[in-house]
């Protein structure tokens, strides 16, 4: 194998670890894109169940305030009042689990960010001292043949 053929194999290698290096980046920011939509999507339902949650907090305060005036409201709204501390309780923790999962997708998404934009930094480095480097010898080239 010749110098030229060693060379241009080197390039051809350099360039294909390039091109997986890029598609490794375009999966990750395609990943991030996707659980934003899927954060996105359920975002009604979300709201709706804030909503049913403030419901169920406010009217359980309320029927306590009536509970503690009135023993006889309590007897007979002991059903309602148990069913507001279970809806409580039951969206408090699907929103605890939600909250958490949605904290260890971001910082890892977070994390792929500033390695992307660590890579697209360094790279744009590289290019430039390539760059700068290919002038220098360009010009340098064009001296010694004026000469």
Same mark, same amino acid.
């Given at each position: ?5 060693? &060379? !241009?194999? *080197? +390039? ?6 390039? /091109?997986?290096?890029? =598609? ?43 509970? &503690? !005036?009135? *023993? +006889? ?6 059903? /309602?009042?148990?069913? =507001? ?46 760059? *700068? ?15």
């Amino acid at each position: 194998m010749t110098e030229i053929e060693k &060379i !241009n194999e *080197e +390039l051809r290698n350099y360039k294909l670890f390039k /091109i997986q290096r890029i =598609n490794t980046k375009q999966q990750q920011f395609n990943e991030l894109k996707n659980d934003l939509f899927s954060i996105q999507k359920n975002e009604i339902a979300t709201y709706m169940l804030s909503a049913l949650n403030i419901i169920a907090i406010i009217s359980l305060v309320y029927y306590l305030m009536k509970s &503690i !005036n009135d *023993e +006889l409201f309590f007897e007979v709204n002991k059903e /309602i009042i148990l069913l =507001n501390f279970v809806i409580i309780l039951v969206l408090s923790i699907y929103f605890t689990t939600k909250l958490i999962l949605n904290n260890i997708a971001l910082k890892k998404h977070i994390k792929s960010c500033e390695e992307a934009v660590n890579y697209f930094s360094n790279e744009s480095e590289k290019l430039k001292s390539m760059y *700068e480097n290919y002038v220098d010898n360009y010009l340098e080239l064009n001296k010694k043949q004026t000469r």
